[in-house]
């Protein structure tokens, strides 16, 4: 099992950025993606973008041009960086871990608590 904690949410206003960590622990040597996921008011849980320990990212087309996923191994952190930050961005998000490149919830087996991010218009 692999321990999530979220951070770096918050309130920003239209056009700014954030960004979010997600730090793992546990059995962080078995899993091999780490994803974000995000659900706003009243919508279903989407997926964000997802990272390896070693290889390629992967990003949702929605938000491709806007995020950066990175991680920091010797740390165990994956980072979500959002720029030009819209309104439609609000949501709460999660981060999750999983053992297949996928964009799918299904795929991810242990999540965090989430971290709300606010976007003002």
């Known amino acids: 099992q692999v321990q999530l904690v979220e951070s770096g949410g918050g309130l920003v206003q239209a056009g700014g950025s954030l960004r979010l960590s997600c730090v793992a622990s546990?059995?962080?040597?078995?899993?091999?993606?780490i994803g974000w996921f995000r659900q706003g008011p009243g919508a279903e849980r989407d997926f964000v973008a997802a990272i390896r320990w070693s290889g390629p990212s992967l990003i949702a087309d929605s938000v491709k041009g806007r995020v950066t996923i990175s991680r920091d191994n010797a740390k165990n952190t994956v980072y979500l960086q959002m720029d030009s930050l819209k309104p439609e961005d609000t949501a709460v998000y999660y981060c999750a871990a999983g053992v297949r490149r996928s964009q799918s919830l299904k795929d991810y087996n242990d999540w965090g608590q989430g971290t709300q991010v606010t976007v003002s218009s």
């Open positions: 546990g059995r962080t040597f078995s899993t091999q993606y």
